[in-house]
Every structure is written in structure tokens, then in C-alpha cells.
């Protein structure tokens, strides 16, 4: 039985490095971090509309309370989201 070493270098070999040096957290569990938080800000601005629509209605706020709220969420993203309009939001998750 030979087993085999992959010399194969995660691209962010680095903060996983700095993750487990700095934390308490193993190396599986910063890969899993940084997968985590790699996935989350790659939506796309109708990803994150859809899905803060969805939570928020959860919660049981009104679309007059929700569609402002994600309106002046949508600037703090990673990658700035362009102005959308009220009308705008309301397409993205109703077509």
C-alpha cells in the first residue's frame, strides 16, 4: 500500500496559518472558516437580496420595513452592490 503526500498549496495557506496561530482553531477548522466566510461573500446581489428578504419576512417584518432596511445594507458589502431602487428589490425577489 503506498500513500501519497499532496504537495498541492491551499491559495489561502497563508491565513489559514494565521488563524490557527492566533486562535484556537485547528487547521480543518480555519480551512472550514475561510470556506465559510469565502462562500458568504460571493453571493450575488440578488443571492443576498433573496436571502435577507427571506430572513427578515421570517421575522416577520412588513416588505415596507424590509425593502429600505436591505436598500442601506447593500453599500456594507464586500463588494459595493450598485444603488437599487425599492422597485429595483422588490424584482429581484418577485420577477
Request: hydrophobic content about 40%.
Amino acid at each position: 500500500m503506498s500513500s501519497t503526500v499532496s504537495t498541492a498549496r491551499h491559495p489561502y495557506e497563508e491565513l489559514i496559518a494565521h488563524l490557527t496561530r492566533t486562535s484556537p482553531l485547528g487547521p480543518g477548522e480555519a480551512v472550514r472558516v475561510v470556506a465559510e466566510v469565502l462562500a458568504y461573500f460571493s453571493e450575488t446581489v440578488e443571492e443576498y437580496v433573496r436571502r435577507r428578504h427571506a430572513e427578515l419576512k421570517a421575522r416577520g417584518l412588513t416588505n415596507d420595513e424590509i425593502f429600505p432596511r436591505i436598500a442601506a445594507e447593500l453599500p456594507g458589502r464586500r463588494v459595493a452592490a450598485p444603488e437599487l431602487s425599492l422597485r429595483q428589490l422588490r424584482r429581484i425577489v418577485y420577477g
